[in-house]
């Protein structure tokens, strides 16, 4: 079936660096990718999503880029923040009609000051 | 603001009580989601429902049971809690065939600690 692996974190990073967070997936067909996040004491929000293959979804300066060929969905932000501190989650659905979404496992990440 | 709202953010109960999460949409959204979250384990699906009185189990529905009577509301039950069912309870929504497109809408949680 569908599956969504993210790297383990948790993830430490000082501000204004460089992040990246893998996520590849298993699908049959052409899914649709996602990130969302979630705050600490809080639910998920929708961060960014990808449709189609080469598309690249963005907000809040994060960036991903969906990449049929590795079948990856990578998360990326140029200069962290302290207050991008949460749990990241890689997800992804089927073809056009699906229900469901499939979730990673999240990655946590703090940024230190 | 479109939003999902689940009733309690933090509910302490006692083992062998039964247990009434709820979750109230005012997207008109036809799907509805109810998820645990655990360290380690990520979202674990427990029940769906596509429609009124609709319900499908999920990946891990032993404890739970769920009540869908108006579209807009959906309940999750704990009909005997126990210590195990500990957890973060995450409910969400989406429109019918567009979770390809839009994905879900969550709540803000409930945590649930069961002594």
């Known amino acids: 079936g569908d599956s969504v692996t993210q790297m383990e974190g948790p993830v430490t990073l000082s501000e204004e660096a460089f992040l990246t967070i893998n996520c590849t997936y298993t699908?049959?067909?052409?899914?649709?990718l996602f990130w969302y996040v979630q705050y600490p004491g809080e639910g998920l929000q929708l961060l960014l999503k990808a449709t189609k293959a080469d598309d690249k979804g963005s907000n809040k300066g994060f960036e991903a880029t969906y990449r049929k060929e590795t079948t990856s969905f990578h998360l990326e932000k140029g200069s962290v923040q302290v207050s991008d501190s949460a749990v990241y989650f890689c997800?992804?659905?089927?073809?056009?009609?699906?229900?469901?979404?499939?979730f990673g496992q999240g990655t946590r990440l703090t940024i230190n000051p | 603001d479109v939003k999902v709202t689940q009733s309690s953010r933090y509910l302490v109960k006692r083992t062998g009580e039964k247990v009434f999460l709820e979750c109230v949409q005012d997207m008109d959204h036809e799907n509805m989601f109810w998820y645990r979250q655990d360290p380690g384990l990520g979202l674990r699906l427990i029940y769906f429902?596509?429609?009124?009185?609709?319900?499908e189990k999920g990946d891990i529905p032993e404890g739970y049971s769920v009540s869908r009577e108006k579209k807009e509301r959906f309940s999750l039950i704990l009909e005997s809690a126990s210590t195990n069912q500990t957890s973060m309870y995450l409910c969400?929504?989406?429109?019918?065939?567009?979770?390809?497109?839009?994905?879900?809408?969550f709540g803000s949680g409930t945590r649930l600690t069961v002594v």
């Open positions: 997800a992804l659905s089927g073809e056009e009609g699906a229900q469901k979404l499939v």
């Open positions: 969400a929504s989406s429109l019918l065939h567009r979770a390809t497109l839009d994905g879900y809408t």
């Open positions: 429902s596509y429609d009124v009185k609709m319900k």
């Open positions: 699908a049959t067909g052409y899914p649709s």
